[in-house]
Structure formats: C-alpha cells, structure tokens
C-alpha cells in the first residue's frame, strides 16, 4: 500500500508560480510511475504530468509544456510540480497519482493509476 499526501496549493494571480509536493509513505520502492492529474468543476480528470522512475522519463499535457516541471526527490519520497506561468485555466483540484506498473497504459488516463492523493486546490486569476 502507498499514501500520497499533496500540498502547496493556494491563489495566486496569472503569470506567478506555485509548487505542488506529493509525499509517499508505505511501500514507496514500488511506485515506479507517478503523475499529477488536474480536475475542474465540471470537467474530466486529465493528465497534467507523469515521471518513470527507472527511466528517467517525464511526460507532458500540451496545455502545460514549457511552464510545468515534474521532478522527485527520492530521498524523501516526494514528488513535486513546479507551475511557472499560471493562467486562469490552470484552476482545478490537483491530484498525485502512483502506480507499481511500469506498462500500465495511457498516462494520462486515469484509470492507469492505483494510487491517488486527496488533492490540493490551485486557484489562478486573471
């Protein structure tokens, strides 16, 4: 079993920055796959990043590339997503996902991953 517990969200205007930390606790050295999905009101689950961890691999949605970073710190069992950059459209619910699967399918569909946080509200405005 693993626990991800998110945090750093909060307000911040358009064009600041914010970063998000995900720690892991339990059976960590299994998760070789973890991600930050986004959810607003009204709207599917999506993928926002997603790191391998064996393969040093990272992954991004579209809409974030060139202003989102995903990185770990495995010594302390954190994953973090630094947003540079904010727009309006980046407000959602922000969740951490794991999974022990290195082929488990689509990233950045959620039902890919076993394991998910509470989440952490990112509010961005114009």
């Known amino acids: 079993q693993v626990q991800l517990v998110e945090s750093g969200g909060g307000s911040e205007q358009a064009g600041g920055s914010l970063r998000l930390s995900c720690a892991a606790f339990g059976n960590t050295y299994s998760t070789v796959c973890m991600a930050w999905f986004r959810q607003a009101p009204g709207k599917e689950r999506e993928g926002v990043a997603v790191t391998y961890t064996p393969l040093g691999v990272n992954y991004y949605a579209d809409s974030v590339k060139g202003r989102f970073t995903i990185s770990q710190d495995n010594a302390k069992n954190t994953l973090y997503l630094q947003m540079n950059n904010l727009k309006p459209e980046d407000t959602a619910m922000y969740y951490c996902?794991?999974?022990?699967?290195?082929?488990?399918?689509?990233?950045?569909?959620?039902?890919?991953?076993?394991?998910w946080g509470q989440g952490t509200q990112v509010t961005v405005s114009s």
């Open positions: 996902a794991a999974d022990y699967r290195l082929d488990g399918g689509m990233w950045y569909l959620p039902e890919r991953f076993t394991y």
